[in-house]
Each structure stands twice: as C-alpha cells, then as structure tokens.
C-alpha cells in the first residue's frame, strides 16, 4: 500500500474515533440530562397533583362560602327593599300630617289671632280704665 494512503487511512482512522469518543461523551452527557429532566418532571407531577389534592377542598369551601354570600346579600336587598317601603310609607305619612297641620293652621290661626287682638285690646281698655281711676 501507498504510505500517504496509509497515513491518510490512519489519519481518517483516528478522526473517526475522535468522532465516536465525542458521539459517545455526548450521548453520556444527554443521558445525565435526560435523566435529570425525568426526575424534574416526576418531582413536578407529584407537586401538581398535591396541589391538585389541596386545592379541591379549598374550592369547595370558596364555592360555599360564596353560595352563603350570595344568599345573604339577597337576605339583605328584601330587608333594604322592606326598609325603603316602610320609609316611602313614613314619608307619605308625615306629608299628609304637613297637609293636615297646614290645613289646621288655616282653619285655626286667623280667629286665633281675632281672638288674641280683642283680648290684647280689652286688656289695653281695662289697664286704660285702671290707669284712669287711679289718678
């Protein structure tokens, strides 16, 4: 055989085993990865489903917490709308009191003050007849 054939044979001999102990450091190195990243997501998995078991319950209880909620702010709007009805019938109640005061006061209040000036001036007229004999 040539010898540059044989160095080149010996040359591509050695290039390839280079090539192979990298192939081989490689595919060592993405087994490590690989098993790493299995682990990982096994470790994930476990962790989700834990959550996944806690955070049933805790919904449960969100959910009936807010069904209570949800019932008491009903409870609450028929006792507002009570309130407002019973403060809509006060209302027209203390109008019709104001109605009937100002009517009242109409009727009673000019012969209250006839009364009251005829009285003041029989008074004035016996003070004026007293003043008089006194002197």
Do not use: W, Y
């Not at 790493?36 to 834990?50: F, K, M, N, P, Y």
């Not at 019938?89 to 019709?96: G, I, S």
């Not at 009242?104 to 012969?111: A, D, G, S, T």
């Amino acid at each position: 055989m040539n010898p540059i054939l044989s160095i080149v044979a010996l040359l591509a001999l050695g290039s390839f085993a280079a090539m192979c102990i990298s192939v081989i450091i490689f595919l060592g190195r993405a087994k490590t990865f690989l098993d790493t990243t299995a682990l990982t997501l096994q470790s994930t998995q476990r962790v989700l489903e834990d959550a996944n078991k806690k955070i049933e319950p805790t919904l449960e209880l969100v959910n009936s917490t807010l069904k209570k909620t949800t019932e008491t702010l009903e409870h609450i709007d028929i006792q507002l709308d009570t309130m407002q009805n019973s403060l809509q019938n006060v209302d027209n109640m203390v109008q019709r009191v104001t109605t009937l005061q100002k009517k009242v006061q109409n009727k009673v209040e000019e012969p209250l003050m006839k009364t009251a000036s005829f009285i003041a001036a029989i008074s004035k007229a016996i003070q004026a007849v007293n003043d008089a004999l006194r002197r």
